[in-house]
Each structure stands twice: as structure tokens, then as C-alpha cells.
């Protein structure tokens, strides 16, 4: 993937997190994944969370004096463990601890240690927590620590994964795990897709104020090549339309654009995933947004 340029061309500038004990780096990777490098301030330990190749975090760690020690997988898709397989190439997995989902464990080159819902990790001295978050792919899960969540491809600015395993029911349990997480937790997904999921969101609750300026803020930030995530949990609760079943709008939209009676929680969810896979929203001219 040589020479494609990604859609992020200022990732965000590095934050510390988890009372400053952390310090989180993002790298874009690919055309459109974000690689989550996370620094202990205390050790210097370096952990990436995911990716699709290792040249840009080797690169980093080099110009930054960081130390890659350790690799967390949330799943085993190839643009999030390609990263294992090419430290594999360049002679360099034995150096780095792999983490990965333990359901999956087979699927997760160099593995070290598979990990499943409650289980303990560490980045340095700092100790963090796994979520099982299926639905997307099985054995996915995602990793808290304290005020940071990598949630792979579970959950995205605005949006949810494709459900390649599912079933949807699986999906949403997950989705609402993610969404007891404190309110400022913040949201490192693995892909900038924030803008086409908000074109979607749009569609499905054109009342909400919230969303409006989520759009406007995206938008901006978008047009300067400049990252949306990470978002907050409290963002995504207020404008994710996978995180909102419960409105009034988005079930009356979602079950007319569905020809469906829509009941539980669980039907609303699946039927806007649907909904959104048919991409009518595609056609949404920006005019019809909330931007101006
Ligand atoms: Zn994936």
C-alpha cells in the first residue's frame, strides 16, 4: 500500500490520558486506519493497538526514542494484525508481547497471549481491562484503560462495524457494554470513517441538536485533513445513531425506511444497521446537511 495517501494527512497531536500516565500517539496507517501508540510516561514502553503494517510505528518509535514492547489485537482482521505478521518479516515479534482475542487465538500471528471479557493487561505500569465486543468478527474485543477505549472495529465516530460474524443481537450487547463507559471516555477506534457515518446519521434523526453540531464540527475539522477521533462517549451516546435506539425520530425513520414494525431495542439496532448497508444515504447531498 505504498504511495496511497491517507485521508487523514494532520493526525491529532499526542494527548496524555489515564491521569497522565499514558501518552497516546496516533499514526495513520493505510488509507483510512489510525494506529493507536501508546506510551507508559513511567517505563517508556511503547504498545500499538492494531494495525496493518509496522513501517510507520517503527518509524515513529525511532524519531520519538519510544521502545515497541508490546502489540494489542482487538480482532483478526488483516489490516489489524498485518502489523504481527510484518514485525514477523523484519525479524522483530520476539522482542514485542502479542495480546490478542483469545476466541481467535489461532487466527492471531505471534500470539503470546490470548485474552477474553474480564482478563488484565498492562501498557508499562498501567493496568487496563478487556471487553468481549463481538458482532463485527468473532472473538473481537476491545481494551479500557481508565479513560481510554480501543475498540477496534466495534464501534466508530458516529458509526458501528459491519456485522461480518454478527448476529446483530451479538452487536448491540456489545455496543451497549461500550456505552456504560463514563461519558468522558475517549473513543480510539481504528478507522477515520466519521464523515460518511454522520451522512448516515443525518437521515436517520435530522432533529437532533446535538448531531447538527457534531456534523459542523466533523466537517470543519475534515476539510483541513485534520482526525475526528478520538470522540467522547458522551459524543457518541448523544449523536451515534447505533447508540440510540431509544429515539423517538430515528425508530419512526428507521422502521418507514424499513417497511417494518420495529419492537424491541434489538429490532431497532438491527434494522439501522440495514438500513444503513442498503447506502441510500450516500446520495445526501452536503446542501442537505446541517454544514452552512
Ligand atoms: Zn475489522
Given amino acids: 500500500m505504498v504511495g496511497m495517501e491517507h485521508v487523514v494527512t494532520r493526525p491529532r497531536e499526542p494527548f496524555t490520558s489515564a491521569d497522565g500516565r499514558l501518552e497516546v500517539h496516533q499514526i495513520p496507517s493505510w488509507k483510512d486506519n489510525l494506529i493507536w501508540l501508546v506510551v507508559c ?10 494495525g496493518p503494517e509496522a513501517a510507520g510505528v517503527l518509524a515513529y518509535c525511532e524519531e520519538h526514542g519510544f521502545r515497541l514492547t508490546q502489540v494489542l489485537n482487538t480482532h483478526t482482521h488483516p489490516d489489524h494484525v498485518g502489523i504481527n505478521r510484518d514485525l514477523e518479516k523484519r525479524g522483530l515479534l520476539d522482542e514485542v508481547q502479542v495480546v490478542g482475542p483469545g476466541r481467535k ?60 460474524d454478527g448476529p446483530p443481537a451479538k452487536m ?16 480510539c477506534c481504528a478507522h477515520e470513517y466519521t464523515e460518511d457515518n454522520l451522512r448516515f446519521a443525518w ?39 447505533f447508540l440510540r435506539t431509544s429515539s423517538a425520530t430515528l425508530r419512526d425513520r428507521v422502521a418507514h425506511a424499513m417497511e417494518r414494525v420495529l419492537e424491541s431495542d434489538g429490532d431497532v439496532f438491527a434494522a439501522t444497521r440495514a438500513l444503513k448497508d442498503r447506502k441510500d444515504y450516500k446520495t445526501l447531498a452536503d446542501q442537505d446537511l446541517p454544514v452552512g
Avoid at 41 to 50: C, F, L, M, N, R
Avoid at 128 to 140: A, N, S, Y
Avoid at 157 to 163: R, S, V
Avoid at 177 to 185: F, I, M, R, S
Wanted: with cysteine; net charge negative; glycine share 12%.
Fill in 172 to 187: 448491540h450487547a456489545s455496543l451497549e457494554k461500550l456505552a456504560t463507559l463514563p461519558a468522558d471516555t475517549k473513543v
Fill in 203 to 241: 437521515t436517520v434523526e435530522p432533529d437532533n441538536e446535538a448531531l447538527a453540531q457534531r456534523i459542523r464540527e466533523v466537517w470543519a475539522l475534515r476539510a483541513r485533513g485534520e482526525c475526528s477521533v478520538p470522540s467522547t462517549m458522551g459524543e457518541e451516546r448523544a449523536t451515534n445513531p
Fill in 41 to 50: 510516561k513511567e517505563t517508556g514502553e511503547a504498545t500499538a493497538v492494531d
Fill in 105 to 164: 487465538a489461532e487466527a492471531v500471528p505471534g500470539i503470546d497471549r490470548g485474552v477474553d471479557e474480564g482478563d488484565e493487561v498492562m501498557i508499562g505500569t498501567c493496568t487496563g481491562r478487556v471487553l468481549l465486543t463481538e458482532g463485527h468478527i468473532d472473538g473481537h474485543v476491545s481494551y479500557v484503560f481508565d479513560d481510554l477505549l480501543f475498540c477496534g472495529d466495534t464501534l466508530f465516530g458516529a458509526g458501528c462495524g459491519y456485522l461480518f
